[in-house]
């Protein structure tokens, strides 16, 4: 069964910093793509960065320069470090999960490719204040 668990969210300041992390289990960590999603009260789920089973990432505009994905095969582990935070940071992040030949777009988080995604973490609040 996959299990997809986030932690590490939070409340900091403008210009603070957090890291996610997201526990998996029950699946080929090393040959799966992962990647991190939001969701912000009100609006649409969007695309954060993406990391496929060869080491490629991908990020979406509004995180580049500022947060940074990796993953820890040996630990299971996916992070997000996010640096420099803004208030339009405040979301809902989850870790996603899936073969990259299933997914849409590729190991990516283009607009829409989330809905490939078949496996899902609850997600981990962040609350930016200014």
């Known amino acids: 069964q996959v299990r997809l668990k986030e932690s590490g969210g939070g409340s900091v300041q403008a210009g603070g910093s957090l890291r996610l992390s997201c526990a998996v289990s029950?699946?080929?960590?090393?040959?799966?793509?992962m990647a991190w999603f939001r969701q912000a009260l009100g609006k649409e789920r969007e695309g954060v960065a993406g990391?496929?089973?060869?080491?490629?990432?991908s990020y979406a505009d509004s995180a580049k320069g500022r947060f940074t994905i990796s993953k820890d095969v040996a630990k299971n582990t996916l992070y997000l470090q996010m640096n420099s935070l803004k208030p339009d940071d405040t979301a809902l992040y989850y870790c996603?999960?899936?073969?990259?030949?299933?997914?849409?777009?590729?190991?990516?988080?283009?607009?829409?490719?989330?809905?490939?995604?078949?496996?899902w973490g609850q997600g981990t609040q962040v609350t930016v204040s200014s």
């Open positions: 029950g699946f080929t960590y090393a040959t799966y793509c």
């Open positions: 990391i496929d089973s060869d080491g490629s990432i």
């Open positions: 996603a999960a899936d073969s990259p030949f299933v997914l849409y777009l590729g190991c990516t988080v283009g607009v829409g490719n989330d809905k490939s995604f078949r496996f």
